[in-house]
């Protein structure tokens, strides 16, 4: 027993120097957070003063400004961009999208005079009917309901306190409702099908598409010298939403992903990761998922039945799924991408 504590304390120093590696400079602003992962290279977040929903990424070169996704809303979009005008002056020439979703997508608007690159896909999408789409019109609607909840429990309720904040989550649901009434979504003007790499002010900036994931036209942005990768939604340190997802072939995909020798895991929600065996959980659920929802409906079962009565339990050590169940939007995707292949 005693003899293994030293092994015991060497595991724990160096998964907590694995976590803490390189220290990263945060540069805070009211609505960003800019940690700086490399020299000139920023992971984006939001500090929670307005809604940006998604994460982003800056990359300053020795000649210009590239950014990767562009937040929710018009509004959040440009409170990036302020805050990217409080690191550098250099011009932002050049946005890439990961993916056509909203979250990702919407905030391209403010982006003037540059170049934004996609997928072939993601272009598709957001040239046809980007504000019909039901991951849009989903989070619009719940925000819709959130607020005449709140506002039903501002009535009701005779605690300062609670009213203090009661009113202050109108507010943030009424700015975001607002903030989007504004969206004119933008396609990519340049698209790639599976590879692009920007040589630019001394840097190379990989743009990848390494198959059908989150959604048909997932792109990762590979910075090779610094050893980060940029995933988008096709690879979050959890479970991704899979609403519009190819779940049977979405391990495929990330095995592909781990072909790239990267260090830093910059995920389009969450915070950054080092630890490369969550791509072999998210992996192995989503395999686990695929079968056991095509067991449930070989079995007859409808899609609500089955998103009840799906096991998935054994990834409670790896990914936290503690309770029978799978994510209904999961569960009817699966379904609709069976019945299209008459499966
Ligand atoms: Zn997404």
């Known amino acids: 027993m005693r003899r293994s504590t030293p092994f015991l304390s060497l595991i724990t120093l160096t998964i907590s120097l694995s976590l803490t590696a390189a220290p990263a400079r945060v540069h805070t602003t009211k609505t960003h957070k800019l940690e700086e992962v490399a020299e000139g290279v920023y992971f984006a977040t939001g500090t929670g003063a307005m809604f940006l929903m998604s994460n982003a990424m800056v990359v300053v070169t020795d000649e210009d400004v590239v950014v990767v996704d562009s937040h929710i809303t018009p509004a959040a979009s440009r409170a990036l961009i302020e805050s990217i005008r409080t690191i550098t002056e250099k011009p932002?020439?050049?946005?890439?999208?990961?993916?056509?979703?909203?979250?990702?997508?919407?905030?391209?608007?403010?982006?003037?005079?540059?170049?934004?690159?996609?997928?072939?896909?993601?272009?598709?999408?957001?040239?046809?009917?980007?504000?019909?789409?039901?991951?849009?019109?989903?989070?619009?609607?719940?925000?819709?309901?959130?607020?005449?909840?709140?506002?039903?429990?501002?009535?009701?309720?005779?605690?300062?306190?609670?009213?203090?904040?009661?009113?202050?989550?109108?507010?943030?649901?009424?700015?975001?409702?607002?903030?989007?009434?504004?969206?004119?979504?933008?396609?990519?003007?340049?698209?790639?099908?599976?590879?692009?790499?920007?040589?630019?002010?001394?840097?190379?900036?990989?743009?990848?598409?390494?198959?059908?994931?989150?959604?048909?036209?997932?792109?990762?942005?590979?910075?090779?010298?610094?050893?980060?990768?940029?995933?988008?939604?096709?690879?979050?340190?959890?479970?991704?939403?899979?609403?519009?997802?190819y779940v049977s072939e979405w391990s495929a995909t990330l095995e592909n992903l781990k072909s790239l020798d990267f260090e830093r895991i910059l995920p389009g929600h969450g915070p950054i990761f080092y630890d490369r065996a969550r791509i072999d959980y998210v992996q192995a659920y989503y395999e686990d998922l695929n079968k056991e929802v095509v067991r449930l409906r070989k079995a007859g079962l409808t899609a609500e039945e089955t998103a009840a009565q799906a096991d998935l339990t054994r990834h409670s050590d790896t990914l936290g799924v503690k309770d029978r169940g799978a994510s209904l939007d999961a569960v009817k995707r699966i379904y609709q991408l069976l019945d299209q292949n008459n499966d």
Do not use: C
């Open 92 to 245: 932002i020439t050049t946005l890439i999208n990961t993916h056509f979703h909203y979250d990702h997508a919407h905030g391209a608007q403010s982006f003037r005079d540059v170049q934004i690159i996609g997928h072939e896909y993601t272009r598709e999408k957001l040239i046809a009917a980007p504000l019909e789409e039901h991951s849009f019109l989903n989070l619009q609607a719940a925000f819709e309901r959130g607020l005449v909840d709140l506002k039903r429990r501002l009535d009701e309720t005779t605690d300062e306190t609670e009213r203090g904040s009661l009113e202050a989550q109108i507010a943030f649901n009424q700015a975001h409702i607002k903030a989007t009434e504004e969206v004119q979504p933008v396609a990519p003007d340049v698209t790639m099908s599976d590879r692009l790499t920007l040589f630019r002010g001394g840097r190379e900036i990989q743009v990848h598409f390494f198959g059908r994931a989150h959604t048909a036209g997932d792109v990762a942005i590979y910075l090779p010298k610094e050893r980060i990768v940029f995933t988008g939604d096709m690879l979050l340190g959890g479970i991704s939403w899979l609403g519009d997802g």
